[in-house]
């Protein structure tokens, strides 16, 4: 079946160093979504990329889709505590169906 | 605003019992998902409903059930619990439904001994 998967699983890196997430599909995406989930908490929708070879920035961090809208990067430039999460992509299942599949996540440790 | 809520917060059952989670999704809202989360993983879609009739489902057995009402508030049942059904469920609105942006709750907790 249609599958999202996100690479690495776990990163530790000390405040101040960049860091990149990066989620391929294994089918072509109408769209992808970005999401980050706080310990304890909920996921919480960062943005959303629809254009073949889109770029989009949130200030420190900068998203990106693939030309063939099957994969995405999120790459955080000189990380802070507060951007400790687990960082999710998520695509519409193909064939018409209302359904979001989301990888396993990517789980940030920033180090002070 | 208020965002979407979802009650109760943690829950405890045991093997074989029942279970019904609530959520209000955000007004103006008048399509409701589903969520289970496993911990380490991602949320996996178990349910959508969008003015009160099913929209899409999930690979979860019959023992999940849900229902939209006519305030858009939703219920999620399960039946029969199993300890691998513990895990944290969560709601998710938006305003027309579909593989769109997800506003989600902060979960319930449900803890299957």
């Known amino acids: 079946g249609q599958q999202v998967m996100q690479i690495p699983q776990y990163q530790h890196v000390q405040e101040g160093e960049d860091f990149t997430t990066y989620c391929n599909s294994s089918?072509?995406?109408?769209?992808i979504q970005w999401y980050k989930q706080r310990p304890g908490g909920h996921p919480v929708f960062l943005i959303q990329l629809v254009k073949s070879g889109e770029v989009k920035k949130q200030k420190r961090l900068t998203f990106q889709f693939g030309e063939a809208k099957k994969n995405s990067s999120l790459h955080i430039t000189a990380t802070q505590t507060t951007d400790v999460g687990t960082y999710f992509c998520?695509?519409?299942?193909?064939?018409?169906?209302?359904?979001?599949?989301f990888g396993a996540g990517t789980r940030l440790a920033v180090h002070p | 605003d208020a965002g979407v809520t979802q009650s109760p917060t943690h829950l405890i059952k045991t093997r074989g019992q029942q279970v019904t989670l609530r959520c209000s999704p955000i007004?103006?809202?008048?399509?409701v998902s589903w969520y289970q989360q496993v911990l380490g993983q991602g949320p996996q879609f178990i349910f959508q409903y969008y003015e009160k009739e099913e929209r899409g489902r999930g690979n979860f057995p019959d023992r999940f059930s849900a229902r939209q009402f006519p305030n858009y508030s939703s219920e999620l049942n399960v039946n029969a619990l199993l300890l691998g059904d513990s895990a944290l469920y969560l709601c998710a609105s938006n305003p027309l439904g579909g593989a769109d942006i997800q506003y989600f709750g902060a979960g319930t907790r449900l803890s299957v001994l």
């Open positions: 998520a695509g519409p299942m193909s064939g018409g169906y209302n359904k979001l599949i």
């Open positions: 007004s103006g809202h008048k399509s």
């Open positions: 089918t072509t995406l109408s769209n």
